[in-house]
């Protein structure tokens, strides 16, 4: 429970500034698309740059010790983002420190989800491992869901500088709960190679990135759809996806344990395509919300089943470089996939943005079967070691 309410509280600060940046940047500012662009996608690729980082360092030192230093530098993008708002009346300075802030909650974010997965997977048996990885995971994603809602409120309240004094605080709590926790040591120092690495999570890390473009276009383009289709209730349809992710993970999140992750991981692409078509081809705003549930419950456990399967073919003392590795999938498919289904939506019209990302789900079937007929690797346990933080 501390590792998953330090995650959640760090991605709630990242969930709470999506909706509000575009915003500020465009209206308070004045800058154009372009750099509402770069100051939404800095923090993306900065994260994505920093994951093998973030990896080797959570092996090498410890799980807390990432953990703590990804968050005193989230509170130090907090800390930029206050300083942007003192420099409001010089744009081109205010948004300058704005991209800095970004840049720090990049790595931040590699750092804590990093760690934090790992750290999850010492603190239980190896029998939970995936049901470890699902929960810190559903941590992240209700922090997201939860942020954006609340990130508005906020900001129409106060401004920007709400969410700045927010985003600054927020990391600071999440330390006083980690600070009393005993570390976690790896027994080894990770000697492994990049390569060597990336060879074993490629599978797993693929078959993850066809599904999470589900993500990208729930995401980006769930609200809108129900828009431009005059439904009502688009942001409930969003709502409808996170609780079905949700409620999948807490009921389901020890079958990749018992079941192994790519035997569920393979069901699981099937309901998510099925549910992406329901999407696309409904004729009611009820029916895609219908959809959106089966999308939500098939993709929740995608995540911890493939991710088991990476963690399963790294090198012992390279787990946490392989989660990293893992993870750097997920940005890399939303960097360059969400901008391809915004090509599609203009061509195409928003409802084959869903029947495209179901037919990414399929995808990755032959992957699962794959991973099927492979050899598992035992996953053994981190213990617990005394050690100074």
Known sequence: MPIMASVFLSFLMIGMALPVLPLHVH??????????????????????????????????RGPKRA???????????????LG???????????????????????????????SGMLWGLGLVAPDRSAQAIAWV??????????????????????????????????????????????????KHAAQGRISEVFRAVLLPGVGFALSGI???AITAFLTLYFAVRHWADGALAFTVFASALIAARIVGG?????????????????????????????????????????????FSLVFPSLGIEAVRRAPADNRGLAMGTYNAFLDLTLGLGSPVL????????????????AIAALLA????????????RKVAPIRPQAASS
């Open 254 to 298: 020890h079958l990749p344990d018992r079941l192994g992750g790519a035997r569920v991981a393979l069901g699981c692409l099937f309901a998510q395509a099925a549910g992406l078509l329901v999407i696309g081809l409904a004729p009611s705003g009820t029916v895609a919300m219908i959809g959106a549930a089966m999308a939500g419950a098939g």
């Open 365 to 376: 079937v032959p992957i699962a079967i794959v991973l099927i007929r492979a050899p598992r």
């Open 342 to 357: 915004g090509l599609l939506a203009g061509r195409a019209g928003l409802g084959a943005v869903f029947v495209a990302s």
């Open 67 to 81: 953990m703590v230093l990804g968050l005193v530098l989230g509170a130090m993008g907090g800390g930029c983002y």
């Open 27 to 60: 209206d308070r500012l004045g800058f154009g698309p372009f750099v509402v662009g770069l100051v939404a996608g800095g923090q993306f690729i900065a994260s994505l740059v920093s994951r093998f980082w973030a990896g080797r360092l959570t092996d090498t």
């Open 84 to 114: 942007s708002v003192l420099l409001l009346a010089s744009p081109v300075w205010s948004v300058a420190v704005l991209l800095v802030g970004r840049t720090l909650l990049g790595g931040a974010e590699s750092l804590i989800i990093t």
């Open 137 to 186: 995971g559903m941590s992240m994603f209700a922090a997201m869901a939860i942020g954006a809602p609340l990130g508005s409120a906020i900001y129409a309240r106060f401004a920007f500088q709400g969410i700045a004094v927010v985003c600054t605080s927020v990391p600071l709590v999440a330390l006083c709960i980690v600070a009393p926790l005993v570390p976690l040591v790896p």
């Open 214 to 216: 589900t993500f990208g």
